[in-house]
């Protein structure tokens, strides 16, 4: 299998505040990786495929100067909310791309996910 | 578009068999995956098809048939810790291309 972490695990801010949530693939190197929220019983929604060495691919709907991708490695990618408000509550959830050799056989690992309670 | 269907909510008996069937439409196709989701968590990589016929992984097997656009995972011998959300996965490209997921809950 393949690691991902997530960190940090839960976060309670108050509203208007900034919230920087990190994704690390611990035993590969990931050129790609994607950030998925989630709301209580509804499906994976992606926000934004995250690219190292260049600039986030959004979601039709996702606003890019709220939520702020950053891939500045390899093994490291970042989700900053910005001004976060309460309807900002959410299960985020990030995946990276292990490499096969091919695009069409990469496999997704997902993270453990971050709780975000806005206040 | 991308549309994949699988049902909202099953209901097993602990220690018998379940399937969760799932149908897609997609502009292409690279592989059909199966996730397992408990609440409050991220998912779980189970099973991976590319090609047609049957993969079957302990307890757990995936079925593809490429032509008629199907698969389904089987679970054997349910137990209680299976409750869980399973995720139906297509991929056309990056990234992959999630159903709305089934909710197996497993009784006594």
């Known amino acids: 299998g393949a690691v991902v972490s997530q960190h940090p695990s839960r976060v309670i801010c108050k509203s208007g505040t900034s919230v920087k949530i990190e994704c690390r693939s611990l035993d590969f190197q990931a050129t790609t990786m994607f950030w998925y929220r989630q709301f209580p019983k509804k499906s994976l929604m992606l926000m934004a495929t995250s690219n190292e060495g260049s600039k986030a691919t959004y979601e039709q709907g996702v606003e890019k100067d709220k939520f702020l991708i950053n891939h500045a490695s390899l093994t490291l990618s970042t989700l900053t909310v910005t001004s976060a408000h309460p309807e900002d509550s959410s299960f985020y959830i990030c995946?990276?791309?292990?490499?096969?050799?091919?695009?069409?056989?990469?496999?997704?690992?997902f993270g453990p996910g971050t709780r975000l309670t806005v206040l | 578009g991308q549309n994949i269907d699988q049902p909202t909510e099953m209901t097993a008996t602990e220690g018998a068999i379940v399937q969760i069937n799932c149908t897609y439409q997609t502009s292409g196709f690279n592989g059909l995956f199966w996730y397992q989701q408990h609440a409050g968590e991220a998912p779980t990589f189970l099973s991976y098809?590319?090609?047609?016929g049957l993969e079957e992984k302990g307890r757990f097997s995936s079925f593809l048939s490429r032509s008629k656009g199907y698969s389904y995972l089987l679970l054997k011998e349910l137990q209680m810790k299976d409750s869980a959300s399973y995720l139906c996965?297509?991929?056309?490209?990056?990234?992959?291309?999630f159903g709305k997921g089934t909710r197996l809950s497993v009784i006594a």
């Open positions: 098809n590319v090609l047609d």
């Open positions: 996965a297509v991929r056309v490209h990056t990234p992959l291309v």
């Open positions: 995946s990276a791309n292990k490499p096969s050799g091919s695009t069409s056989t990469d496999t997704q690992y």
